[in-house]
Every structure is written in structure tokens, then in C-alpha cells.
């Protein structure tokens, strides 16, 4: 799969998830795909929330490593 395939499928898997995101007055960016790890940016509440890190690993990274092949891991950038 190319990477801007990979960048297109990551991409529509957290425009699925940005509503729960944007309810609680955070958001997410996307920032690089590379060798299978997605790097987010969060934003918002989520940047400050204690909870970002269980929303990062448990909610986000589990989504796109069922939905989108080749994804093993998503790391925050600040």
C-alpha cells in the first residue's frame, strides 16, 4: 500500500472519530504516517487532558490498527 493511501484510509478513520473528539472540546490533527507509525497532534481540551494519553492509545491508535492495514502504532507530537 502506498503511504498516501495509507494517509487517505488514517485520515477517514479520524474524521469517523473527530465528533467524540469535538463533543468534549478537543481535536486532532494529523501530522505523519511513516513506516506504519501515525503521528497526531492533539489539540484543543485533548492537548491538556489527563485522559489524552488513554484517548490516544485505547481509542484512536486501536480504530486505525483494526480499520486501516499497516498501521502499528500512533505517537503524539507536540
Sequence with gaps: MSDQTMVDQVQEVLDK????L???GGD???VDVEEGIVKLRL???CGT???STITLKAGIERALIE???????VEQVF
Design 28 to 30: 486532532c490533527e494529523l
Design 67 to 73: 480499520e486501516v492495514p499497516g498501521v502499528v502504532e
Design 17 to 20: 472519530l473527530r465528533p467524540f
Design 43 to 45: 489539540l484543543g481540551a
Design 22 to 24: 469535538l463533543r468534549d
Design 49 to 51: 487532558c489527563p485522559s
